[in-house]
């Protein structure tokens, strides 16, 4: 099978020097190792080209590794021509003719000349043409005045490609006549230097370790087009695309995409199968959107209870982000989405586990130990390279792999070293000191699961194991819109009757700590166009919508009503204290949660669903608050009906709530460092009964 290591593509130019900086229109450098995307390097002329590439095929075939690389124009010309010009139908014959006579460097080469010399090979006038040059050659027109040179006008593989250049063109805009003639050198010269580890597709068997591969960055258009919507050079999006296309797909789609009989042209690979290819440089596919009535609720009920609510949510969301790969040092606080199998056990072989002295357990006799020392000692990395025979000790250090003859270590603190010998007291344990092969981990260990927040032990794991990319999904991206007539920006101006927006700096702030990217819509005045506005931006930007304010169902409760409109929501009565409806809708496929304006509110909803609800989005699962019991530190008589959770936090053992239960109490929420959940039905809870607790820090 098509398997690669490591994909390099190479957006090649026929231009002259770009300079120190990199610009467009030169040469670039995309490389996917290991399934991770490295940063698009700048090249700015072909010697650095040709030095850079055999450097990274040295570099891969020093390591063992497969290696694809990819070069944007053709490797062969349309039949006939290398029949006419070298008199053999042999692409390669057509590589060694023209390395033979290109004239190339930083600031000027003969490929026009060059390109004469070919023409006058060939009867009438042509086939090459665009003379780029101010001084006229003679055979090589300006314009495309060319006849009867008897070649056809594209390869076959042109033909079937809307918006590719021939290689007869050689200048203006997209031409690739010119990078032909100055890359075919190139790469020929490349095949000579790693001779029989180099092939050339599809001309010869692809079982070397390297590949050079002809690619066409227009058959990703789409997905550049996306990536580029975010600023940065084409170029460099297009070689960076490309190679995380090819490294992305499945093996046997690469198969698919190799399978070609063009002995004499050459082939575009994944021409045919641009859908594939597009799909593997997007990640993959994003999941569809929700449906619009995901949240419809049970007709005719009047209060939910938490539990149910709860319930409802867990069953109708699913992830909603896509899924991509990456190293390990931007997988932290990622969800991983692919099971991690561990590539080699840890530890990889027995080892010591101390430093001291190494020997035969079975060459112990009874009581107190003398053993001679062998020469030399093994220290980690170093392994001793003989055999200690049985009844010798030797010197190893902490991490040292077990020498053949060891499998008992004894600490040094318990040793006395005499001249060549070592003395120690007996009662020694088998294997004493040592680790075995495999105890930690396993190989082919399934070491962690999909939905994990990956954490800075994990990535440790996954090291030591040899995993070097993990699958992961895009973090969930959160609008977070206020919505009311009375809100000002904090700090700014208040008049009469105006209050400062509260919930955005505390949702945007939550959003981040759940480890989701955060989206600051602003405020929006309780008018319809306007929250309509700022719902569609949310909706193009993010993947849930978290609002404030307007939610219940009064006169000026509008994104209720707009989402009633939109006919995609439901106004969830859930008992539970604080917190009036919640108005669940979607917008434009886009789950929004319509928070009450209350901050005390606000806070408790989001953490109570909206919470579990984004983790599930996010590709977590279901996720439950650790809460545990503790004795109350207050007393306290609940009604029976709704669900309450009260400020709190724990002192002296013992749980605490704040001293008013006003919903308007934003004093009351920073204070506290967690809630107390307390029981649908009645409660009468005294001093030091059991609640349960919840510290914020249980909802992350
Ligand atoms: P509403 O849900 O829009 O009826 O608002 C309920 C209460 O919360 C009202 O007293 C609002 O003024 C207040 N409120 C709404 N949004 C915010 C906010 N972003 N910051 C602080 N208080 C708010
Ligand atoms: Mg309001």
Known sequence: MSQFDTVAMVDWSGGNDTGARPRKDAIWLGVTRDGVDAAPVYIRNRMEAERIVAGLIEQELAEGRRLFVGFDFPFGFPAGFAEGLTGRADPFAVWDWLEERIEDGPRANNRFDLAAEINARFPGTGPFWFNGLKRD????????????????????????????????????????????????????????????????????????????????????????????????????????????????????????????????????????????????????????????????????????????????????????????????????????????????????????????????HASLGEGDQVLPLVEGRAAAGKPFPGVVPEGSAVRVLTGAALPEGVDTVILQEDVRVGEGEIAFRGGLKPRANTRKAGEDVAEGDTILTPGRVLTPADLALCAAVGVAALATYEPLTVAVISTGDELVEAGGKAGEGQIYDANRPMLTALVEEFGYRAVDLGRVPDDRAALRKALDRGAAEADVILTSGGASSGDEDHVSALLNEAGAMAEWRIALKPGRPLALGVWGGTPVFGLPGNPVAAMVCTLVFARPAMALMAGQGWVEPQGFEVPAGFSKAKKPGRREYLRARMRDGRAEVFKSEGSGRISGLSWAEGLVELPDGAAQIELGDPVRYIPFGSFR
């Open 137 to 360: 050659i003679p055979g090589l027109p300006r314009k495309d005045s060319r006849e009867g040179h008897g070649l056809p006008e594209r390869r076959v593989a042109e033909e079937r490609t809307p918006g590719a250049f021939t290689c007869w063109q050689l200048g203006g805009a997209g031409a690739v006549g010119g990078q032909v003639l100055t890359g075919l050198p190139v790469l020929n010269r490349l095949r000579r230097r790693f001779a029989g580890e180099v092939a050339v597709w599809p001309f010869e068997a692809s079982d070397r370790p390297v590949a050079f591969v002809e690619i066409w960055p227009g058959l990703i258009n789409p997905a550049v087009k996306r990536a580029e919507a975010a600023g940065g050079i084409r170029d460099a999006h297009q070689v960076r695309l490309l190679a995380r296309a090819v490294a992305g797909l499945h093996p046997e789609e690469r198969d698919a995409m190799l399978t070609i009989d063009a002995p004499e042209e050459g082939w575009i690979m994944g021409l045919d199968h641009e859908d594939k290819l597009n799909r593997a440089a997007g990640g993959t596919l994003k999941p569809p959107p929700l449906r619009d009535d995901c949240f419809a609720l049970p007709a005719g009920v009047a209060w939910t209870p938490v539990d149910e609510a709860l319930a409802l949510l867990r069953d109708r969301l699913q992830p909603v982000v896509g899924i991509t790969r990456q190293g390990l040092g931007e997988a932290r606080g990622r969800v991983l989405a692919e099971p991690v199998v561990a590539r080699r056990a840890n530890p990889p072989q027995a080892n010591t586990a101390v430093d001291g002295y190494g020997f035969a």
